[in-house]
């Protein structure tokens, strides 16, 4: 049971240099986010999208794009990569009708580590 | 600006003891209430969700609501050396599916 699934892990950037992290999830899930966390910080929305073709900002979206191209896939784009960036980053995904005990469960991805020097 | 605040800690208990954690949120619209649990270098886990006014019970796990005095908050009863964690409250909007999160309280149980 993949889940949600994220790459790189790890990855160092070059200030200006640019990089997509991959998510994917195999649940069929229509709602797809990605947060950042910051050290001793919560989570952070930057995009989400309801749907394929659906994307929208969260609170702290500038110097990201995203893509939702298929319900699958929700790939998160940084261009021209700032120190400011350094962060983990995760992605997550829930259905919209959740029969699960807890309901609006959402999942979460391992993480990706990135750093900007 | 929908907040939800947290004390971020560490809030340090013995082993044994309760653990109660405390979770305010500023949008009085709010429905659906969620504690997550995230280990060092892991990813959140939603561990306890509410919905009414009140206790919820789940094994060790009880979440109180309540919505008047906008609070919500998480007790942990027997607390094991292996819940040492930060506990993220996250709140959901009327209507929304999407959630705000605080900044977590971290949690240390000592032997």
């Known amino acids: 049971n993949a889940g949600v699934t994220q790459t790189p892990k790890f990855r160092i950037l070059k200030i200006g240099q640019s990089m997509t992290l991959q998510c994917t999830q195999d649940m069929n899930h229509n709602y797809m986010y990605w947060y950042r966390q910051d050290p001793g910080m919560g989570l952070k929305l930057i995009y989400y999208s309801v749907g394929a073709g659906i994307t929208d900002k969260g609170e702290v979206p500038n110097g990201y794009n995203v893509s939702r191209s298929t319900t699958e896939d929700f790939p998160l784009r940084l261009e021209l990569a700032a120190p400011s960036q350094t962060s983990v980053y995760f992605c997550?995904?829930?259905?919209?009708?959740?029969?699960?005990?807890?309901?609006?469960?959402?999942?979460f991805g391992e993480g990706s580590w990135l750093t900007v020097v | 600006q929908k907040e939800v605040e947290q004390n971020s800690g560490p809030l340090s208990v013995p082993e044994g003891a309760i653990a109660s954690l405390n979770c305010t949120y500023s949008?009085?619209?709010?429905?659906?209430f969620f504690w997550y649990r995230q280990y060092s270098g892991k990813s959140p886990e939603l561990i306890m969700s509410i919905y009414s006014n009140g206790d919820k019970e789940d094994g060790r796990f009880t979440a109180q609501l309540n919505k008047a005095s906008q609070y919500v908050s998480l007790l942990i009863r027997d607390s094991q050396p292996s819940d040492s964690a930060t506990y993220l409250c996250?709140?959901?909007?009327?209507?929304?599916?999407?959630?705000?999160f605080g900044r977590g309280t971290s949690l240390i149980v000592h032997p």
């Open positions: 997550a995904s829930r259905g919209l009708h959740d029969e699960t005990p807890l309901r609006n469960t959402i999942y």
């Open positions: 949008d009085r619209v709010s429905q659906s």
């Open positions: 996250a709140v959901n909007p009327g209507g929304s599916y999407i959630p705000t």
